[in-house]
């Protein structure tokens, strides 16, 4: 029988000591120092070649392992090169941002210490409290002690919120639903419009609610939810018997930055008691811009409020944000303590899982923190009026060209607009603007996305960046321009 002492082998080779991670860590500052500084040259977004593709998805699980520094050469010649394209100052696709370098150092930061931010006492639990309330102070809402807290994105922030609102309105019906779950409620109803996002609608499939639940009122012509209509939703609602329990109101819409009358929509829930949910995913932070911030009155009035750092802030992903207004509804809607998380250090506010669906919770905040503290509040203020300030630019240089049309007012940083000669029937203009993204994307120059406005195709550009300049928009409108008379041609 083998009596060995000897030490268990180390978990991994050669170049794992600390010596090696130190030569790493410093290659690898120079790499992305390299990457980031070198981005804004090369093509916004190019197709992987198939060859560089195939090679990432045919990846045997290595049975040896290799030194740190080898990973390195890897990560520079297999991954860095076939960027999504965000970080670039022409890329306007979709709502992602580029990196905020200090977010960047931070992340690093954050993963070598490695907390559970479920809660306990430790320095990522108490930066998480002060940067949930330094959101919610950047947006103008009430921060209640434990009113909120991060998460993966505002597609989880918006799950967390409908299930406290769940919560909340079957109380009121004598329902306790996490015991009783929903077949003792008649159809708990809500409303949206067509321009709400689409993470509402799985939130409310998840939960049970039923996307037959969930009526979609009209707008008016620019996309704001018309209030008529929803009274008269409500109202026959009401009357058919089944119970209206929440609105939700975009702080800037994902197809063209509307944002709805927030201030009436609160109104009307206070009048009505139904909960007021808010997606500012995108937008919220757009109340930063003096020009645009009247339109966010009312977003304080919100029982709760979505938000996601992750974009407009610059935020290195995931970091989305859910604020409401009655911590206590939340914390009675998620906790659930067994024995071995019970901890009597936690304080009147007990953990962060008790507010939420994760249990293991990453270190967000560092990297909020990080990127707030580099800027300061008048350093985001700036960046966020200059992207308002270049969406309102980019709608001037769209409407003076006679071969583009606006599709909607740019209320944010977004602008909406399609490619639109005269003459030319509008299923032709459909299918030319259909197409017309993607012909952009591939010429490598700009980077738009593309969605339905009014019915109509469209392309859009949101404005995150505050590097882009008068001269990337000029040449977005004229890549917008080559590619759609080259679909036309065709
Ligand atoms: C991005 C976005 C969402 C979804 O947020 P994720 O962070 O992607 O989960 C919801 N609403 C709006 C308006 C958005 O822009």
């Given at each position: 029988?083998?009596?060995?002492?000897?030490?268990?082998?180390?978990?991994?080779?050669?170049?794992?000591?600390?010596?090696?991670?130190?030569?790493?860590?410093?290659?690898?500052?120079?790499?992305?120092?390299?990457?980031?500084?070198?981005?804004?040259?090369?093509?916004?977004?190019?197709?992987?070649?198939?060859?560089?593709?195939?090679?990432?998805?045919?990846?045997?699980?290595?049975e040896q392992g290799r030194p740190l520094a080898e990973l390195l050469d890897d990560i520079s010649e297999e991954v860095l090169p076939y960027p999504m394209g965000n970080?670039?100052?022409?890329?306007?696709?979709?709502?992602?941002?580029?990196?905020?370098?200090?977010?960047v150092l931070a992340t690093l930061a954050a993963s070598a210490m490695n907390p559970s931010t479920a809660g306990g006492d430790h320095a990522d639990v108490h930066l998480e409290r002060t940067v949930v309330r330094w959101i919610a102070e950047l947006v103008g809402y009430p921060a209640a002690p434990g009113g909120g807290l991060l998460t993966s994105g505002a597609s989880m922030a918006t799950i967390v919120a409908l299930g406290a609102a769940r919560a909340r309105a079957a109380q009121r019906l004598g329902v306790d639903v996490r015991e009783q779950g929903l077949a003792a409620l008649p159809p708990l109803t809500g409303y949206v419009t067509g321009e709400t996002h689409s993470c509402v609608r799985k939130a409310a499939q998840l939960?049970?609610?039923?996307?037959?639940?969930?009526?979609?009122?009209?707008?008016?012509?620019?996309?704001?939810?018309?209030?008529?209509?929803?009274?008269?939703?409500?109202?026959?609602?009401?009357?058919?018997?089944?119970?209206?329990?929440r609105v939700v109101g975009s702080a800037g819409t994902v197809n063209s930055g509307a944002v709805d009358d927030l201030e009436?929509?609160?109104?009307?829930?206070?009048?009505?008691?139904?909960?007021?949910?808010?997606?500012?995913?995108?937008?919220?932070?757009?109340?930063?811009?003096?020009?645009?911030?009247?339109?966010f009155a009312g977003l304080e009035l919100a029982d709760s409020l979505a938000l996601d750092p992750h974009k407009w802030l610059g935020v290195p992903v995931d970091c989305g944000c859910l604020l409401v207004r009655d911590p206590a509804q939340l914390r009675a809607t998620y906790s659930l303590v067994p024995s071995y998380l019970r901890d009597d250090a936690a304080?009147?506010?007990?953990?962060?899982?008790?507010?939420?669906?994760?249990?293991?919770?990453?270190?967000?905040s560092l990297k909020v923190w990080a990127t707030l503290a580099a800027l300061g509040r008048a350093g985001v203020a700036a960046s966020?009026?200059?992207?308002?300030?270049?969406?309102?630019?980019?709608?001037?240089?769209?409407?003076a060209e006679p071969d583009l049309e606006l599709l909607a007012p740019?209320?944010?940083?977004?602008?909406?607009f399609r490619f639109a000669p005269a003459g030319v029937a509008q299923e032709r203009l459909d299918a030319v603007n259909q197409a017309l993204p993607v012909a952009v994307q591939q010429r490598g120059q700009a980077f738009v996305t593309g969605t339905v406005l009014h019915g109509r195709e469209a392309a859009r550009a949101c404005l995150l960046n505050p590097a882009t300049t008068e001269a990337d928009l000029k040449l977005l409108v004229q890549e917008v321009l080559a590619a759609g008379r080259e679909l036309l041609a065709r």
């Open positions: 029988m083998s009596t060995s002492s000897a030490a268990p082998a180390a978990p991994a080779g050669p170049g794992h000591s600390p010596s090696d991670f130190r030569a790493a860590a410093h290659q690898a500052a120079d790499l992305l120092a390299d990457y980031l500084t070198e981005l804004p040259a090369r093509p916004v977004w190019q197709p992987m070649p198939d060859a560089a593709r195939e090679r990432l998805l045919a990846l045997p699980l290595p970080g670039h100052p022409r890329f306007f696709g979709w709502v992602n941002a580029a990196p905020s370098p200090a977010g939960l049970g609610l039923g996307s037959a639940n969930l009526r979609t009122v009209a707008t008016d012509a620019d996309g704001h939810l018309d209030l008529d209509a929803l009274r008269a939703a409500v109202a026959e609602d009401r009357a058919a018997g089944r119970a209206p329990f009436a929509l609160a109104g009307f829930c206070a009048e009505e008691q139904l909960w007021f949910h808010v997606d500012g995913a995108y937008g919220a932070f757009g109340r930063l811009d003096p020009a645009s911030a009247h339109r304080g009147d506010l007990g953990w962060f899982s008790e507010y939420g669906i994760e249990q293991t919770r990453p270190f967000r966020i009026a200059r992207c308002c300030e270049l969406a309102r630019l980019l709608g001037e240089l769209v409407e740019v209320e944010t940083s977004i602008a909406a």
